[in-house]
């Protein structure tokens, strides 16, 4: 499985970014896909999740309102549309592609979000 993320940019307080995330490869065993951001200094955290079967997604409560995540039809394309962005949003998000509990999680490279003020 390959995941390829793009949307990126470094934008001011206030703005939006749609994220996208397309995965290739096997993804029959994929059960689920999510978001994660990692600022210099500080962990991975999630911002988002969805399942690629019936697409329950979840999304933390403090991002919650500003955050949105979503898979397309074919499930080989995830998104990520943040609004409202904060300079506290500054981080590199990467997208995950997860198969079942015990088995493997695949990771793209990340693209860079920048809010400056």
């Known amino acids: 499985v390959r995941l390829v993320e793009s949307g990126g940019g470094s934008v001011q307080p206030g703005s939006s970014l749609r994220l996208t995330c397309v995965a290739s490869?096997?993804?029959?065993?994929?059960?689920?896909m999510s978001w994660y951001r990692q600022a210099p200094g500080k962990e991975r955290s999630m911002v988002g999740s969805?399942?690629?079967?019936?697409?329950?997604?979840f999304v933390p409560g403090l991002l919650e309102g500003r955050f949105t995540i979503s898979l397309n039809d074919a499930r080989n394309t995830l998104f990520l549309q943040m609004n409202d962005l904060k300079p506290e949003d500054t981080a590199r998000y990467f997208c995950?592609?997860?198969?079942?509990?015990?088995?493997?999680?695949?990771w793209g490279q990340g693209t860079q979000v920048t809010v400056w003020s």
């Open positions: 995950g592609a997860h198969e079942p509990a015990g088995s493997y999680d695949y």
């Open positions: 490869g096997s993804l029959s065993r994929v059960n689920f």
């Open positions: 969805i399942t690629t079967d019936d697409r329950r997604s």
